[in-house]
């Protein structure tokens, strides 16, 4: 009498415990990211210099140079106040800080002090890590960028663009650009060798690539070589991308191929994003490989 052994192919329940698994990430990463956020608002120092640190630039550029009312900055573009010509750079330069400078320096920090090491020996993944540490700049990304509009709107008196079009452009660039910011910031948290020299390193880059991309000085005005280096960086497309929303159309004229050039602006921060995520997780590590 023979016996039929049936067997049961392993290939089945496979797909749900793989659904069950990164839904697991996820949920942590969520978890992660309300962490952070406790975290980011119980430091009132990183709240002020990365958080409301735009909104206080861009009131003092708009009481310092607009006292004479409108500004014409070059022939046959129409003048507008100094607070409308400086807000598409301080929402860039604030995704810039939010992202890309406190990631650094957090993070450094956090392996410095040894966090990053206990967390190492705990079941979570970098992917948790990093999904909590993107969701906290997202939010706080998105808060500063309403904060800064409500100022500018409310306070300097800036018309705020009307049309859908518009706004589709606002939130791509956003989305793209503070993504691309926190993922260069999870990279660049590699390079301090300690806590204490995290703002050397990060700092000065976040400063320079400010002065270079059309923050704090109009991107026109620079020379074409300044130009040419500052399109090598994500943020002088951030700037750009913003200034097509918020800036009159004439004002295309003085970018540097006279036009908006959306299309550029969609390509370089889909490669930096792209170089970003490689790099972070490359150079990740819960502890420096020469501690």
Known sequence: MSTTTRSTSPSRPMPARHHSRRRSVFAVGVWRARFELVQYFRSGDTLFFTFLFPIFMLGLFSVAFGSDGDVQIAPGVPAIPMAQLYLPGMIAAGLLLSGFQ???????????????????????SPVSYFLGKIGQVLV???????LLLAFASLV???ELPTSAESWATFAWVFVLGITTSALLGVALS??????????????????????????????SQLPDWLQNVAGLFPLKWMAQGMRAVFLPEEYAALEQNGEW??????????VWLVVGLVLSRVTFRWMRRDA
Not at 140 to 146: D, E, I, Y
Request: aromatic residues 4%; proline residues 4%; positive net charge.
């Open 190 to 219: 590699a390079v301090p060798r300690t806590g204490k020299s995290a703002t050397a390193v990060v700092v000065p880059i976040a400063l320079a690539l400010q002065f270079i991309s059309g923050v704090y000085l109009t991107f």
């Open 140 to 146: 706080t990304g998105v808060l500063q960028s309403a």
């Open 102 to 124: 406190n990631l650094a320096m957090d993070i450094a920090i956090e392996r410095s002090e040894g966090m990053l090491k206990r967390l190492g020996g705990t079941p979570l």
């Open 156 to 158: 300097l008196g800036v």
């Open 261 to 270: 050039d959306l299309a550029g602006v969609v390509i370089a921060l889909a």
